[in-house]
């Protein structure tokens, strides 16, 4: 919607993807909502309707990359052993299927320096 909304007004090109991630470390300094508001307003202001639609995706979290997050879950289970069931309430617990991955690698790593069984982290986590 972003980007057709603003199909007509904005005839600039294309962000350079370092003025990308310069905003988003922008936003993340800034504190308060006008502060963050005025820095929207800049960057839309100089950004395509593409630039803008995807922007607004990913401070939405709305960027759908095409693979299903049950899938993902998957992948993380095989691939460091563990119950799907396990790795499905971690990624339910942290929200974010991205530190579901970095702790099922941690705790693997953890599993291969062990042996006896789940350590308190893993417990905590995957339980």
Request: some cysteine.
């Amino acid at each position: 919607m972003a980007e057709e909304l603003l199909r007509s007004t904005n005839a600039k090109g294309d962000l350079a993807l370092p003025e990308v991630a310069q905003l988003f470390e922008e936003l993340a300094a800034a504190r308060g909502q006008s502060q963050k508001a005025a820095l929207l307003r800049n960057a839309f202001q100089s950004a395509s309707a593409g630039d803008v639609k995807y922007i607004v995706k990913i401070i939405t979290g709305d960027l759908r990359i095409g693979s299903k997050e049950s899938l993902v879950e998957e992948a993380i289970a095989k691939a460091f052993d563990r119950p799907l069931e396990e790795v499905r309430r971690a990624n339910m617990l942290t929200g974010d299927i991205g530190e579901t991955l970095t702790t099922g690698k941690r705790l693997a790593l953890r599993f291969s320096f062990r042996t006896g069984g789940c350590p308190a982290v893993c417990s905590s986590i995957l339980r």
